[in-house]
């Protein structure tokens, strides 16, 4: 929208880069040219303000297809008036001198010819196709859209010219098309499940494998266990072996010790028998030379160092009998000893 500014008597417009003023007065086009601005006189002066700029019009209708199935198009197109003043003169592109504003709808206008103008071409492909057909013409809808609006005279006519054509979509009824989606479904679910499954099915492979390792694992450990236990009985039968040969050899030691301590002790007692046998003959040796009262008293003595301490001796008339009755016996006995020795 141009701005106008009020000086006094006059008027001044400023337009925009991408709007084309067309100033007309009596008739005649004085000025016409984009960003422009000028002084001009309410009363008599006619504006309109086209624009220049690219401008995108959404497109949605619907068709019908060759099997008697309703669709709907999605499109956009660009365009551009590329002869202003030639669209000044087919639509009402004049502004208010006071305001800037336009005093009628001109795009709204261009708009619905636009509309219609790129219905009928996508109609008459789309009726003579199938609804899967149809669905799946994006491209050829989008060419033939473009090609007709391109070569449509009435476009020209109006100034204006196409500067691209898109199909975004067409779909079917929401119904129908969920109907269509479900065979794409089903299979995107059967390759989901048969990778589930193939998925479970090597997961329990792998645990197969797994488990066959543990087991094989157990078994070597296993095996080894056994191998400890018979090394151990071995050892500890070879501990027993050595323990008992080990005693073998300090039994035998000890007998071989004791045996010959034995001997030590029995050769010890026979030199002491010895000893004592020649001592007691050497006495009796002695002894053959003595007289009889020399023997007496050492009988005496010897007899005396055998009885038990004596603290008072009571001799009666008795026992002096007896004890002399005892020597007249024992003397013979004696002097028989020493003949005989």
Known sequence: MADILRLFFMKQLRGTPTMHIIHTKKGQVKRSGTGLSFMFRSQSAVLAEVPVDDRELPLLFHARTSDFQ??????????????????????????????????????????????????????????????????AAVIP??????????????LAEMGLQVVAVRV??????????????????????????????????LAVERERAIAENELANQIALATREQELVTQRGLNARRQAEDQAAAARIEAAGKAEREQILAE??????????????????????????????VLYALALREAAGKLPSIGQLTITPDVVTDLVTSLAQARPAAGNRVKKS
Do not use: K, M
């Open 264 to 293: 030590a002790r029995a050769h010890g007692v026979r030199a002491i028998g010895a000893a004592e046998a020649e001592s007691e003959r050497s006495r009796l040796q002695a002894a053959a030379g003595v007289s009889d009262r």
């Open 141 to 154: 809808v989008r060419e033939h859209l473009d090609e007709a609006l391109r070569g449509d005279e009435r």
């Open 70 to 135: 309703d669709v709907t198009v999605q499109a956009a197109v660009t365009y551009r008036i590329v002869e202003p003043e030639t669209a000044a003169r087919r639509l009402d592109f004049g502004i208010d001198p006071v305001t800037g504003r336009w005093r009628a709808t001109p795009l709204e206008q261009l708009a619905t010819s636009l509309t219609e103008l790129a219905q009928q071409p996508a109609l008459d492909l789309l009726v003579g196709l199938t609804l899967t057909e149809a669905l």
């Open 168 to 201: 975004v979509a067409i779909r079917p009824e929401p119904e129908l098309e969920r109907a269509l989606q479900t065979p794409t479904r089903e299979a995107v679910q059967i390759d989901a499940d048969r990778a589930t499954y193939e998925r479970r099915a």
